[in-house]
């Protein structure tokens, strides 16, 4: 039975497609798609194939059973972050997963590889923050998480508008962001190996994954 709160709801988004040059049949694309969460886990994993290796590292990272769809990289207002326990739980065989992703992989015996992802959130709630991706060859956990953390702080403090010495140190431009008061928090997520001893594929993966 249609009732009149639909037809109303109808004529309602009717009018919103119209707005927007929409066709109405199709409807508003996505309205309201914004995640209300993330989670972040990382993986590694090791074979003889190149793309076996990529899932034996998904699978390590809890996020295999999804259809994973790499997006850029904002950080939703309001979004808060889970833990990866309470992430996995909500993702079912087969779901569409909108994720930001970090891989790298190697088949070169102890050649060491990174992919982390950066995260930086500002200090009002109402506003966007930035995720980031970084991938390396020779990096150590450390140096490739600061790295990924840089970028998105860096990209943040450039939209707030934060004054900062492009060149000085991680740490001092941390502190800078930080003293501003603009910049809540930021933080990384790595996953480093060295390749496989018998030149298998070794793949590892960081990813932040959104939840709606």
Request: proline residues 4%; aromatic residues 8%; contains cysteine.
């Amino acid at each position: 039975m249609v009732t009149k709160k639909a037809l109303k709801g109808a004529g309602a988004a009717a009018k919103a497609a119209a707005k927007r040059d929409v066709p109405v049949e199709l409807g508003l694309p996505h309205e309201g798609f914004v995640p209300k969460a993330i989670f972040f886990t990382n993986g590694v994993g090791s074979h003889k194939d190149h793309l076996t290796s990529f899932e034996l590292a998904l699978r390590d990272a809890g996020v295999a059973t999804a259809n994973l769809v790499t997006v850029s990289s904002i950080f939703p207002p309001h979004c808060r972050e889970i833990s990866r326990k309470q992430g996995e739980k909500l993702i079912r065989p087969g779901q569409i997963t909108f994720c930001v992703m970090a891989r790298q992989a190697t088949n070169e015996p102890n050649r060491l590889v990174a992919a982390s992802i950066g995260l930086a959130r500002p200090s009002d709630p109402n506003a966007y923050g930035y995720l980031s991706e970084h991938h390396s060859y020779g990096e150590t956990s450390k140096k490739s998480g600061d790295y990924a953390e840089d970028l998105a702080a860096t990209m943040l403090a450039t939209t707030l508008g934060v004054e900062f010495d492009a060149d000085k140190a991680w740490d001092e431009r941390k502190a800078v962001y930080r003293m501003s008061r603009q910049i809540v928090r930021t933080r990384s997520i790595t996953q480093s190996a060295e390749g496989h001893k018998n030149g298998l594929w070794t793949t590892v993966v960081a990813l932040g994954v959104f939840v709606f």
